[in-house]
């Protein structure tokens, strides 16, 4: 295969790993789908003046290509377009292009910084995901949608600012980003979706705004250095494992009134603090049984109203009713209280009592 090619609109020259040279035939508007997919020795790029549209895969896993340069008449880029270029450092995008595909930096492993221009009003399914060099980015305020999965992965990425007119925030938008530190929702968000946080392990400090109503399943789970979240009163429902794994979280703010899902705060070792109490019914949802192991509401009750005292952890006990019969309604409530009590661990305590 040869080392140079003139490309006319047409030809594909995908799989050819000994291209290293392109030029383009004079009249070029369109890069065709797969036109130099995996041309994994095609170093560098100068898209001409005239093309309006980058294809499908155009680039797709084109290894060693460091250096594209995009003319202002482009005006879109196709889906998986740069996908897997994992030597491309920089690139920028001009502020013609209207669409950026799905998937279309996917794996660009080497990608540091990009600017998304104005115009551009949806980031789409996993367009940025595992670029794990990608630590600054800007996104203008014509975007109204973050997809699914755009920025899964971004492990340097350390702050991000969603834009006010955003109003959707797909599922796992941002997974795994290890490095995001704090966020601000905008207001526009109505749902916050599966895993759109999930195993954000810097993460210290979100702002949920008044018009979110539902978060979804492992929303936060595994934000392990998330110590303190208020949770509007609009929201309704709180997903499966919405908090699993936050180990630091200390403070909760939230509404009695809401539900909440299986093992939505499960091994939140740290939560000693939540402004949630007043109903009682809450203890077992917001704690779960799986963790702490209370099945018995009404001995926790009883435990939870009975004076603490050494007194009372002193009188002589006895499991029998026959035994107990001398005791009156309510020493019988210690008793049973004291129980109870003996059976969970001292933290749990710091933490039931919290509650009240």
């Known amino acids: 295969m040869p080392s140079s090619a003139v490309y ?20 070029v508007t369109t890069i065709g789908e797969d036109a130099f997919r995996g041309c994994s020795s095609l170093a560098a790029i100068i898209i001409p003046d005239g093309v309006t549209s980058i294809g499908d895969s155009a680039f797709g896993k084109c290894s060693s290509l460091a250096a594209i340069t995009i003319p202002d008449s482009v005006t879109m880029i196709g889906n998986h377009a740069f996908r897997e270029c994992s030597s491309l450092a920089a690139i920028t995008i001009p502020a013609s292009v209207a669409t950026i595909g799905n998937y279309a930096f996917l794996l660009c492993s080497s990608l540091a910084a990009i600017t998304i221009p104005d115009g551009v009003t949806t980031i789409g399914n996993s367009t940025f995901q595992r670029c794990s060099s990608l630590a600054a980015i800007t996104i203008p305020d014509t975007v109204t949608t973050i997809d699914f ?41 109505t749902i916050i979706g599966s895993g759109v946080f999930r195993g954000c392990s810097s993460l210290a400090a979100i702002t949920i705004p008044n018009g979110v109503t539902s978060i979804g399943n492992s929303a936060f789970s595994q934000c392990s250095s998330l110590a303190a979240i208020t949770i509007p009163d609009s929201v309704t429902s709180i997903g499966i ?18 539900s909440i899902g299986n093992d939505c705060f499960l091994d939140c070792t740290a939560l000693i603090s939540a402004a949630a109490a007043q109903n009682m019914l809450t203890v077992e949802d917001l704690l779960h ?4 192991r209370i099945r018995e509401r009404v001995a ?5 109203k009975t004076p603490w005292n050494d ?19 309510d020493e019988v409530v210690a008793l049973q209280g004291i129980k109870a009590r003996k059976r969970l661990p001292k933290v749990m305590w710091r933490v039931i009592l919290e509650f009240l």
């Open 8 to 27: 006319s609109g047409v030809e594909s020259f995908r799989d050819n790993d000994e291209l290293t040279e392109v030029t383009f035939a004079k009249g």
């Open 149 to 189: 999965g755009a920025f899964w992965g971004c492990s340097s990425l350390t702050a991000i600012t969603i834009p006010d007119g955003v109003t959707t925030i797909g599922n796992r938008a941002f997974l795994v980003c290890s490095s995001l530190e704090a966020i601000i929702i905008p207001n526009g968000v």
């Open 241 to 258: 494992a919405a908090f699993y794994g936050c180990s630091a979280l200390m403070t909760l703010s939230l509404s009695p009134a809401v």
């Open 289 to 292: 049984s799986r963790w702490h």
């Open 300 to 304: 926790v009750l009883s435990c939870l």
């Open 311 to 329: 007194d009372l952890e002193n009188q002589p006990r006895s499991d029998t009713p026959e035994q107990n019969s001398h005791l009156d309604g």
